[in-house]
């Protein structure tokens, strides 16, 4: 894809499409392009040209409509950081587990059962494809929008935050025919169909938001990732099996191979990622012009602290969710300290505050519900801190 091919389609030719990228380095030129129909929605440009009548230069203006959905695959760990910010990142699972999966599969699909489901497997994309034609083009509103809170530490988060509003309005979407149709009247007469997102619906958003968008936060790549914690796994079996401290153990790239598995090029590149990031030291070899390794990671993020921190859960009865009149909780504190006590039936815990920005849904001082966020319970303390 040129730079500049995106601008001379028809202008409705993308408009509710889906543009498939097969790898991000084909489209490198049209980065520029990408970004603003993600960011506008649209593209508009001004090229000069010769008046067919008069023979003289001209300026044509070039429009493109959106909206439009844009997937891109790529096996590279430097991806133009603007246009990531962008988008959702999915990662493949490399597993070994997953690979006997995938040879089971191609295996099947060599057997009369493969081939019958290979015939199958039309008519379920065609049922799936015929589902999503029932749905209507409905506003959602969302009635706990004022009570959800987001990390906000980096400037970045303000379009994840925005991915993850809209990931809620999706699910509830999803689950119109569920719903019940509301009109409300707009200014100057004109009315409106809406559907309400349910207290389901942030729920299911927020535990996919800790795995879709935690993975967007982190300055690792998964692939980088999956290396650090293969490492840390090696370097507490050498430790323990040496009775000396982790930061004594020294490997090579070559027993990386050897026990990982992994190629030699994706070994390098991602064992360079962590030693620019100083999750790992590099030192010369004591013999020969190689070098040795030792982790420096002390094992932060390893229980999940990579995921999203602070998502609020709605009340479970509609009558107690907060609504825009309601107190908010204040800013909050860093997403790493003590957390509070262990849920509705435990003590009360001393008053503290919110972990991480976690709403308030009440103006008591009672403790309001449990709220799981990283495998612990972290209790919701109504009032302001």
Same mark, same amino acid.
């Given at each position: ?12 030719? *993308?408009?509710? @499409? =889906? ?25 508009? &440009?001004?090229?000069? /040209? ?7 230069? +001209? ?41 006997? %999966? ?9 057997? *009369? ?7 199958? $497997?039309?008519?379920?994309? @065609? ?26 530490? %980096? ?7 925005? @991915?993850?509003?809209?990931?809620? &309005? ?54 980088? $990732? ?5 490492? !840390?796994?090696? =370097?507490?079996?050498?430790? /323990? %099996? /040496?009775?000396? %401290?982790? !930061? ?19 070994? @390098? ?37 990579? #995921? ?9 009865? !509609?009558?107690?969710? &907060? ?16 957390? &509070? ?19 308030? #849904? ?15 319970? +972290?209790?919701?303390? /109504?009032?302001?801190?």
């Amino acid at each position: 894809m040129t730079g500049q091919s995106l601008y001379y389609m028809g202008e409705a030719d *993308l408009a509710g @499409k =889906v543009l498939a990228i097969a790898e991000e380095e084909g489209a490198e030129r049209a980065s520029y392009a990408l970004k603003l129909l993600q960011s506008e929605g649209e593209l508009s &440009s001004a090229s000069t /040209g010769k008046d067919t009548a008069s023979g003289r230069l +001209v300026t044509h203006t070039y429009r493109v409509a959106g909206p439009v959905a844009i997937m891109l695959t790529t096996t590279a760990i430097d991806v133009d950081p603007e246009l990531l910010n962008r988008c959702i990142v999915l990662a493949v699972d490399e597993g070994q587990a997953q690979t006997r %999966a995938i040879h089971a599969r191609q295996r099947e699909a060599q057997t *009369l059962a493969g081939h019958l489901a290979g015939a199958e $497997r039309h008519a379920v994309a @065609k049922l799936h494809q015929d589902a999503q034609r029932l749905l209507e083009p409905l506003a959602v509103v969302n009635p706990f929008a004022p009570a959800l809170s987001f990390p906000d530490r %980096a400037t970045r988060t303000r379009r994840d935050h925005a @991915k993850y509003l809209a990931l809620i &309005s999706a699910i509830a979407l999803l689950h119109q025919h569920q719903r019940v149709k509301k009109t409300a009247s707009a200014p100057g007469g004109k009315s409106f169909v809406y559907i309400e997102a349910s207290a389901a619906d942030v729920e299911l958003a927020n535990r996919l938001a800790h795995e879709v968008l935690g993975r967007s936060l982190d300055e690792l790549p998964p692939g980088t $990732r999956r290396l650090l914690e293969a490492l !840390d796994g090696i =370097v507490a079996e050498r430790a /323990g %099996a /040496g009775a000396v %401290a982790r !930061d004594q153990v020294r490997f090579s790239r070559r027993e990386l191979r050897e026990q990982t598995g992994w190629g030699d090029t994706q070994l @390098k590149v991602h064992l360079a990622r962590l030693v620019e990031l100083e999750l790992v030291v590099a030192h010369r070899a004591e013999r020969g012009n190689g070098y040795c390794y030792e982790l420096a990671w002390d094992g932060t993020g390893r229980d999940g602290e990579r #995921f999203v921190l602070g998502l609020a859960a709605p009340a479970g009865n !509609d009558a107690d969710r &907060s609504g825009p009149g309601q107190p908010r909780s204040g800013p909050g504190r860093s997403p790493v300290g003590r957390l &509070s006590g262990p849920g509705r039936d435990g003590p009360a815990p001393e008053r503290q505050p919110p972990h991480n920005g976690l709403s308030a #849904f009440s103006a008591d001082e009672r403790p309001e519900r449990g709220v799981r966020a990283n495998g612990k319970v +972290v209790t919701v303390v /109504g009032g302001q801190p």
